[in-house]
């Protein structure tokens, strides 16, 4: 896998779509952080959960050229909207399940359920826990390479994780000492870290996303008319079938 070449292609991409990724990404946000406000886990998965699918939607349709609108991130509330709710709640639950064990599981399940929501997007025909499935299917052996992925936009926060240490180490010598000009400095360089954060995070919400979909369409999506090897049980199966089926996502 060349993370050069994935990252480049998300650039060449984005290129014209800058304006509106930025723009959905703090409609995302806006629209999560309100209504969980309020709402708190019934938000999460009627309002945040569709919302997270058409976020992701938008980028691969970046990536494919497929001239997205602000109307794209709502397709996840148009589109299949039940199974795209429960799809990413499932993702959240069972990534949350394994962290309770042990972080690094936690990780390795999250990377491992982490093209799923593009997956809805190319099979209309599969259920939550078979589009779940199937992305711990094509990820098999290409974990290790999304998280190498992920970890080469690290360095961007470096310098403010610094600022913000050195205002947390300030403030509180500031505060023992009671030397007010220490205090202030430090919160200033806070202030500063968090606001530099903000900004890196602007521009790498869409790079990032972008670069996931580009890994998805360029490196895992299988050949069409292969994505499923082993045909997975129907919506119409009993009840044991889709028990089964949890058991093998898990």
Do not use: C
Request: aromatic share 14%; glycine share 6%.
């Amino acid at each position: 896998m060349n993370i050069k070449l994935i990252k480049n292609t998300a650039k060449q991409k984005l290129t014209g779509y800058w304006g509106i990724a930025i723009g959905v990404f703090f409609i995302t946000l806006l629209v999560s952080r309100v209504a969980e406000s309020f709402l708190f886990i019934l938000a999460f998965f009627f309002i945040s959960s569709p919302l997270a699918v058409g976020y992701q939607w938008f980028h691969l349709a970046i990536k494919r050229q497929q001239n997205p609108s602000i109307e794209t991130l709502f397709d996840g509330f148009k589109l299949n909207y039940f199974r795209n709710a429960l799809t990413n709640f499932l993702i959240f639950l069972f990534t949350l399940l394994w962290s309770v064990l042990l972080i690094i599981p936690g990780i390795i399940k999250a990377l491992a359920y982490s093209m799923t929501l593009f997956i809805l997007r190319d099979r209309s025909d599969l259920t939550a826990l078979q589009a779940i499935t199937e992305s711990r299917r094509i990820m098999n052996g290409k974990k290790k390479d999304l998280f190498v992925l992920y970890l080469s936009f690290l360095p961007w926060f470096i310098i403010p994780i610094v600022l913000i240490f050195i205002g947390i180490v300030s403030i509180a010598i500031g505060a023992d000492t009671v030397n007010d000009g220490v205090y202030l400095s430090g919160m200033a360089s806070l202030i500063i870290g968090y606001i530099t954060i903000f900004g890196i995070a602007i521009y790498l919400a869409p790079f990032i996303t972008t670069s996931l979909a580009v890994f998805y369409d360029d490196y895992v999506k299988p050949s069409e008319g292969s994505l499923i090897q082993n045909p997975l049980p129907s919506t119409h199966n009993s009840a044991a079938d889709h028990i089964d089926l949890a058991k093998r996502v898990e």
